[in-house]
């Protein structure tokens, strides 16, 4: 949109999708970890990738403070209801990505017989973005946040290759 000399810049936009905007750059984490990929999250956190340049790195340590929930690693029956409790008590709007083949599917963890472990995050809260890896690299968990943002904004992100 062009502005002419002596006229206002006007542009209208739907609340939904200013606040959806602000809610995909401004994503909380709780801190919460259940196997090894907790280490390939916290690692995302760290310096090197810093998911604080796309507004996801202040882990908070309450669910009443977090919009974001990282399951990241096995999820064993025991520990079933812990995560849902965790996934009730975050405010709405509320995600969850699913963060390694554990999480995900059960992983190598979950063969014939096997009665201790939860086969995937999906089966016991919804899961909106899934991560693949065993454990997945860093990399992985921040194309995961990006998508999640694209989810929220229902608009694909600006990709300019060379």
């Given at each position: 949109m062009e502005k002419k000399t002596g006229e206002p810049l006007i542009q209208f936009a739907v609340l939904e999708e200013v606040l959806n905007l602000c809610r995909a750059n401004s994503l909380w984490p709780i801190t919460f970890g259940l196997a090894c990929c907790a280490i390939e999250m916290m690692a995302a956190g760290a310096s090197r990738f810093d998911l604080d340049r796309f507004g996801a790195g202040v882990f908070r340590p309450s669910p009443r403070q977090s919009d974001l929930m990282i399951v990241a690693g096995t999820i064993s029956k025991k520990m079933a209801d812990p995560v849902i409790r965790l996934y009730e008590q975050m405010p709405a709007p509320k995600w969850v990505i699913a963060m390694g083949n554990c999480a995900i599917s059960g992983g190598p963890f979950l063969y014939e017989g096997q009665y201790a472990i939860v086969p995937g995050a999906d089966q016991i809260i919804p899961v909106d973005v899934?991560?693949?890896?065993?454990?997945?690299?860093?990399?992985?968990?921040?194309?995961?946040?990006?998508?999640?943002?694209?989810?929220?904004?229902?608009?694909?992100?600006?990709?300019?290759?060379?």
């Amino acid at each position: 949109m062009e502005k002419k000399t002596g006229e206002p810049l006007i542009q209208f936009a739907v609340l939904e999708e200013v606040l959806n905007l602000c809610r995909a750059n401004s994503l909380w984490p709780i801190t919460f970890g259940l196997a090894c990929c907790a280490i390939e999250m916290m690692a995302a956190g760290a310096s090197r990738f810093d998911l604080d340049r796309f507004g996801a790195g202040v882990f908070r340590p309450s669910p009443r403070q977090s919009d974001l929930m990282i399951v990241a690693g096995t999820i064993s029956k025991k520990m079933a209801d812990p995560v849902i409790r965790l996934y009730e008590q975050m405010p709405a709007p509320k995600w969850v990505i699913a963060m390694g083949n554990c999480a995900i599917s059960g992983g190598p963890f979950l063969y014939e017989g096997q009665y201790a472990i939860v086969p995937g995050a999906d089966q016991i809260i919804p899961v909106d973005v899934y991560v693949p890896g065993c454990p997945p690299r860093p990399e992985g968990l921040l194309e995961g946040i990006l998508q999640l943002e694209e989810k929220i904004t229902n608009r694909p992100r600006l990709r300019k290759y060379r």
